[in-house]
């Protein structure tokens, strides 16, 4: 398994055990008193789980044991391989943090952070589709 | 990778880059305010990155790599019908409510997607075996 994909693969069952604890302390709202600020966390439980979880571990799955793109860079582009993993821990980072931020203090002009998390998911994304689409080809 | 494995992965590609970008849109809208109209793009975000990527993807790596006989991959009609009906209904369910469509289409959609669950499992169910079965 190549140094990419254990990165992936460790990193997104640290999001999926972080997703359950989210998903956890939503639900004891209703049963210890909480603040009502936690209903804020629902965005970031969802994406915890399908981004920081399932898109994650199917990105290092792909990256491992698609088809090689070539004899010489059998996993297409190392860099953009990296660049996938850096930009989308770094949005979905970003987001989880500012998104409860800024609703528990709209005044603070944090919006920014929710904005850079966008655009670094989205290349993120991106850099994936781009680096792994010369390797879905027929044998 | 068989012919069908690379169209529904390619499929699956393109709806990841598309939900990911109405997503990006709807996040930063969130964050730097453009504009309200942005928030109907999160029915087809959902419908995109649920099924037209996720499922999409596992559908296509399922028909590559399941157990095979001999060489033969079994009813590969019903494997291609679960591709055009899956697609079908992720843009008719996904797309449909962005352009304000009349519900109709949402319906089709949501049964062009059972229709592909149903020819996936037509195919896919004898693949599930013992070695040398």
Redesign the interface.
């Given at each position: 398994m190549p140094p990419l994909t254990r990165w992936f693969v460790k990193s997104s069952l640290i999001y999926l055990i972080a997703a359950l604890i989210v998903g956890a302390v939503m639900a004891l709202q209703g049963v210890l008193p909480l603040p009502a600020g936690l209903a804020a966390l629902g965005p970031a439980y969802v994406h915890l789980f399908?981004v920081g979880w399932?898109?994650q571990l199917?990105f290092g799955v792909v990256y491992w044991m698609?088809?090689k793109y070539s004899r010489a860079k059998p996993r297409g582009s190392e860099g953009l391989g990296w660049a996938t993993y850096g930009l989308l821990n770094a949005g979905l980072i970003l987001?989880v943090v500012?998104?409860p931020l800024?609703a528990l203090r709209p005044e603070a002009g944090?919006?920014?952070?929710?904005?850079?998390?966008?655009?670094c998911?989205?290349l993120g994304?991106?850099a994936?589709?781009l680096n792994?689409?010369g390797r879905?080809?027929?044998? | 990778?068989?012919?069908l494995s690379?169209w529904f992965?390619?499929a699956a590609?393109?709806y990841?880059?598309a939900g990911?970008?109405f997503?990006?849109?709807?996040?930063?809208n969130?964050?730097?305010?453009l504009t309200p109209a942005l928030w109907r793009l999160l029915p087809a975000h959902m419908e995109f990155?649920?099924l037209g990527?996720?499922a999409q993807?596992a559908i296509g790596v399922a028909f590559w790599i399941l157990p095979r006989f001999g060489s033969a991959r079994g009813n590969e009609p019903a494997a291609w019908a679960a591709f055009a009906l899956l697609n079908a209904g992720v843009l008719l369910a996904g797309i449909g409510p962005l352009l304000a469509a009349p519900p109709l289409f949402f319906a089709l959609g949501r049964l062009a997607e059972v229709g592909s669950a149903v020819a996936l499992a037509v195919h896919a169910w004898p693949r599930i075996k013992p070695p040398g079965a």
């Amino acid at each position: 398994m190549p140094p990419l994909t254990r990165w992936f693969v460790k990193s997104s069952l640290i999001y999926l055990i972080a997703a359950l604890i989210v998903g956890a302390v939503m639900a004891l709202q209703g049963v210890l008193p909480l603040p009502a600020g936690l209903a804020a966390l629902g965005p970031a439980y969802v994406h915890l789980f399908m981004v920081g979880w399932v898109s994650q571990l199917i990105f290092g799955v792909v990256y491992w044991m698609f088809p090689k793109y070539s004899r010489a860079k059998p996993r297409g582009s190392e860099g953009l391989g990296w660049a996938t993993y850096g930009l989308l821990n770094a949005g979905l980072i970003l987001r989880v943090v500012g998104e409860p931020l800024i609703a528990l203090r709209p005044e603070a002009g944090l919006g920014w952070l929710l904005a850079l998390a966008a655009l670094c998911q989205w290349l993120g994304g991106l850099a994936f589709v781009l680096n792994t689409w010369g390797r879905v080809k027929e044998k | 990778m068989p012919r069908l494995s690379c169209w529904f992965i390619r499929a699956a590609l393109i709806y990841l880059a598309a939900g990911f970008t109405f997503g990006a849109l709807m996040l930063f809208n969130k964050g730097v305010p453009l504009t309200p109209a942005l928030w109907r793009l999160l029915p087809a975000h959902m419908e995109f990155l649920l099924l037209g990527w996720t499922a999409q993807l596992a559908i296509g790596v399922a028909f590559w790599i399941l157990p095979r006989f001999g060489s033969a991959r079994g009813n590969e009609p019903a494997a291609w019908a679960a591709f055009a009906l899956l697609n079908a209904g992720v843009l008719l369910a996904g797309i449909g409510p962005l352009l304000a469509a009349p519900p109709l289409f949402f319906a089709l959609g949501r049964l062009a997607e059972v229709g592909s669950a149903v020819a996936l499992a037509v195919h896919a169910w004898p693949r599930i075996k013992p070695p040398g079965a």
